[in-house]
């Protein structure tokens, strides 16, 4: 590797290797979230899928499947809203066809909380529809393994540092594979890019915009007059830029550290200012640089880091190379618990973990991507529950849809009915227009209403039954919403594994078994057959309570999750 000195070029190029050139071939890499797999870093960048946007319905696209009525025509375009303008604008990459974005990752010195898996999971959803319109991506997430806090956090557990945040980088992995966040590109380490770090300290040192002074080395925040661009701040209104107390020996409160000299019992590094380690934000800017190059597109993180970080990062690359820009600032919003900001210093906060003990992980991931990624989510026990309700809804439709294919795998026409290509033309409309709309997923998953609708009408009533071309319907209309959960990261390994899944947490959430609900099920029979409808309705309404509903057909009583009753009524009084 070389140095940071040169600009505008990373410090080796990563190849863009191939990827499936369909969306109707592309194969995600799940795992059952009980047994997670580890994964090692991906040292190359993914390619595109298919430059397309037209849905794949049994290999040809829709405009190719009826003559008389062709789909609309969705902009390919993308429009995101950038931090630095404060508006939406059109993303134009600045080499046509390929992105690079960089999003900061998570400082590991403990379980990761929902709050974090927010911002990932808004940055996978990114990554996935940028691939879907076609783009090359090479995505960078770092890990940061050295900061005050692992330390901190290491002493208390008398454990090494770098060997602390190294497991909890792991642990991390672990819940972004269950979140179906799809690995990165690169995940570089501090750690490993020391020399790129000390390179870019340098380079910021002779030009003028850091000194020194006893072994650490500042950055002059007032030798930057462009300092406050991203956060709009003025100088004069700024805290310390550093996650410490402000230090007397600055010339300026907002001056921030690029290096910080040794401490008894710390790990350091050696450098021309002597052994030490590095600031919190140097990091970001050394390694974006490294693999990116200081020219790139998309730059993003949490709402929380628009200042002092993001700004710090943009001083300092500027300070390094004056060609430095970052095309797009994007950020999303925090989440919430009772109006206050989730994290980890507050205390309020709840692990992934902690939520996905009691809730699918796709659950959790369709919860996040029901608000829109740059307003607030306030976490509640209801919104979970309606997300888990909502996920069982689309993975039970479509496992209906599964086992009625199954049985007419051969001799399907190739055209449908125009009433079933008006449903999909829409639904392919609203998902195209909703995302390159600067990433409205809650409107997609609210456009899937439809399409479910209407393949529960062709295969559970009398009228949808009778339906010519049925099956075909059936088959096409699943073909829709499965490319979109796959392009949303919500299509899960299999149906009938999440079904179950869902439905054994839904269990532990009503503290009840399986063989206890078949008992009270039975009881209920008992009572209809004796016409004691009191006993029966209080069956159901106990159940109800604790989130479990019954549901009568003529082939006998079954039970699938739901919204407990008390928070129905809750989310009833609250509308």
């Given at each position: 590797?070389?140095?940071l000195?040169?600009c505008?070029k990373?410090?080796?190029?990563?190849?863009?290797?191939?990827?499936?050139?369909?969306?109707?071939?592309?194969?995600?890499?799940?795992?059952?979230?009980?047994?997670?797999?580890?994964?090692?870093?991906?040292?190359?960048?993914?390619?595109?899928?298919?430059?397309?946007?037209?849905?794949?319905?049994?290999?040809t696209?829709l405009?190719?499947?009826?003559?008389?009525?062709?789909?609309?025509?969705?902009?390919?375009?993308?429009?995101?809203?950038?931090?630095?303008?404060?508006?939406?604008?059109?993303?134009?990459?600045?080499?046509?066809?390929?992105?690079?974005?960089?999003?900061?990752?998570?400082?590991?010195?403990?379980l990761?909380?929902?709050?974090?898996?927010?911002?990932?999971?808004?940055?996978?959803?990114?990554?996935?529809?940028?691939?879907?319109?076609?783009?090359?991506?090479?995505?960078?997430?770092?890990?940061?393994?050295?900061?005050?806090?692992?330390?901190?956090?290491?002493?208390?557990?008398?454990?090494?540092?770098?060997?602390?945040?190294?497991?909890?980088?792991?642990?991390?992995i672990?819940?972004?594979?269950?979140?179906?966040?799809?690995?990165?590109?690169?995940?570089?380490?501090?750690?490993?890019?020391?020399?790129?770090?000390?390179?870019?300290?340098?380079?910021?040192?002779?030009?003028?915009?850091?000194?020194?002074?006893?072994?650490?080395?500042?950055?002059?925040?007032?030798?930057?007059?462009?300092?406050?661009?991203?956060?709009?701040?003025?100088?004069?209104?700024?805290r310390?830029?550093?996650?410490?107390?402000?230090?007397?020996?600055?010339?300026?409160?907002?001056?921030?550290?690029l290096?910080k000299?040794?401490?008894?019992?710390?790990?350091f590094?050696?450098?021309?200012w002597?052994?030490?380690?590095?600031?919190?934000?140097?990091?970001?800017?050394?390694?974006?640089?490294?693999?990116?190059?200081?020219?790139?597109?998309?730059?993003?993180?949490?709402?929380?880091?628009?200042?002092?970080?993001?700004?710090?990062?943009?001083?300092?690359?500027?300070?390094?190379?004056?060609?430095?820009?970052?095309?797009?600032?994007i950020?999303?919003?925090?989440?919430?618990?009772?109006?206050?900001?989730?994290?980890?210093?507050?205390?309020?906060f709840?692990?992934?973990?902690?939520?996905?003990?009691?809730?699918?992980?796709?659950?959790?991931?369709?919860?996040?991507?029901?608000?829109?990624?740059r307003?607030?989510?306030?976490?509640?026990?209801?919104?979970?529950?309606?997300?888990?309700?909502?996920?069982?809804?689309?993975?039970?439709?479509?496992?209906?849809?599964?086992?009625?294919?199954?049985?007419?795998?051969?001799?399907?026409q190739?055209?449908?009915p125009?009433?079933?290509?008006?449903?999909?033309?829409?639904?392919?409309?609203?998902?195209?227009?909703?995302?390159?709309?600067?990433?409205?997923?809650?409107?997609?998953?609210?456009?899937l209403?439809?399409?479910?609708?209407?393949?529960?009408?062709?295969?559970?009533?009398?009228?949808?039954?009778?339906?010519?071309m049925?099956?075909?319907?059936?088959?096409?209309?699943?073909?829709?919403?499965?490319?979109?959960?796959?392009?949303?990261?919500?299509?899960?390994t299999?149906?009938?594994e999440?079904?179950?899944?869902l439905?054994?947490?839904?269990?532990?959430?009503?503290?009840?078994?399986?063989?206890?609900?078949?008992?009270k099920?039975?009881?209920?029979?008992?009572?209809?057959?004796?016409?004691?409808?009191?006993?029966?309705?209080?069956?159901?309404?106990?159940?109800?309570?604790?989130?479990?509903?019954?549901?009568?057909?003529?082939?006998?009583?079954?039970?699938?999750?739901?919204?407990?009753?008390?928070?129905?009524?809750?989310?009833?009084a609250?509308?």
């Open positions: 590797m070389g140095t000195l040169k505008n990373p410090l080796f190029s990563i190849r863009f290797s191939s990827f499936p050139n369909s969306l109707r071939s592309v194969q995600l890499r799940t795992h059952s979230f009980n047994n997670p797999k580890r994964r090692n870093p991906i040292r190359r960048c993914f390619s595109s899928l298919s430059p397309s946007s037209q849905p794949l319905i049994n290999g696209t405009d190719k499947m009826d003559g008389n009525q062709q789909p609309g025509s969705p902009s390919s375009e993308l429009w995101l809203h950038n931090t630095m303008s404060k508006k939406k604008e059109l993303f134009m990459p600045k080499v046509e066809g390929k992105v690079g974005m960089y999003v900061c990752g998570v400082t590991a010195y403990d990761s909380h929902i709050g974090h898996a927010r911002v990932y999971v808004t940055f996978d959803v990114l990554y996935r529809y940028l691939k879907h319109l076609g783009y090359e991506v090479c995505y960078v997430r770092n890990f940061t393994d050295v900061d005050d806090k692992i330390i901190a956090r290491a002493k208390e557990l008398a454990e090494d540092p770098i060997s602390l945040s190294r497991r909890y980088c792991d642990e991390f672990q819940d972004m594979v269950h979140l179906q966040c799809l690995p990165p590109s690169v995940e570089p380490r501090v750690s490993d890019h020391m020399p790129h770090i000390i390179d870019m300290i340098k380079q910021i040192v002779d030009n003028g915009y850091a000194y020194r002074v006893e072994g650490d080395v500042f950055f002059s925040v007032e030798n930057f007059p462009e300092y406050g661009q991203l956060s709009g701040r003025k100088l004069e209104d700024n310390a830029g550093e996650r410490v107390a402000v230090d007397s020996r600055k010339r300026n409160p907002a001056d921030f550290a290096w000299s040794a401490k008894e019992g710390e790990p590094w050696e450098s021309p002597g052994p030490g380690r590095p600031g919190w934000h140097i990091e970001c800017s050394a390694m974006s640089a490294a693999y990116l190059g200081y020219s790139f597109d998309i730059h993003g993180g949490g709402m929380d880091l628009v200042f002092p970080h993001h700004e710090n990062e943009i001083a300092q690359s500027c300070a390094a190379c004056k060609q430095s820009n970052v095309s797009y600032w950020h999303n919003g925090f989440v919430t618990v009772d109006s206050e900001k989730m994290s980890k210093s507050l205390g309020n709840f692990t992934i973990r902690e939520v996905m003990d009691l809730y699918h992980p796709l659950a959790l991931r369709l919860f996040l991507m029901g608000t829109h990624y307003s607030p989510i306030n976490y509640s026990d209801v919104l979970l529950e309606s997300a888990s309700e909502r996920i069982f809804y689309i993975y039970q439709t479509l496992h209906d849809c599964e086992n009625v294919l199954s049985q007419h795998d051969k001799g399907l190739e055209s449908i125009p009433e079933t290509l008006n449903v999909i033309n829409k639904f392919h409309n609203d998902f195209s227009t909703s995302m390159s709309d600067d990433l409205h997923t809650p409107v997609v998953l609210a456009a209403s439809d399409p479910l609708k209407t393949i529960n009408d062709l295969l559970h009533t009398r009228k949808g039954k009778k339906q010519a049925r099956i075909e319907s059936v088959a096409a209309l699943e073909k829709i919403i499965r490319n979109v959960l796959s392009v949303l990261g919500l299509m899960p299999s149906y009938s999440a079904l179950q899944q439905r054994e947490m839904a269990l532990k959430r009503a503290k009840l078994t399986e063989d206890k609900i078949l008992q099920i039975e009881e209920r029979s008992e009572a209809r057959k004796n016409k004691d409808y009191e006993k029966s309705d209080a069956i159901r309404k106990d159940l109800a309570v604790v989130g479990i509903a019954l549901m009568d057909s003529p082939d006998g009583t079954s039970w699938r999750p739901a919204i407990p009753l008390p928070l129905q009524e809750q989310q009833v609250a509308t």
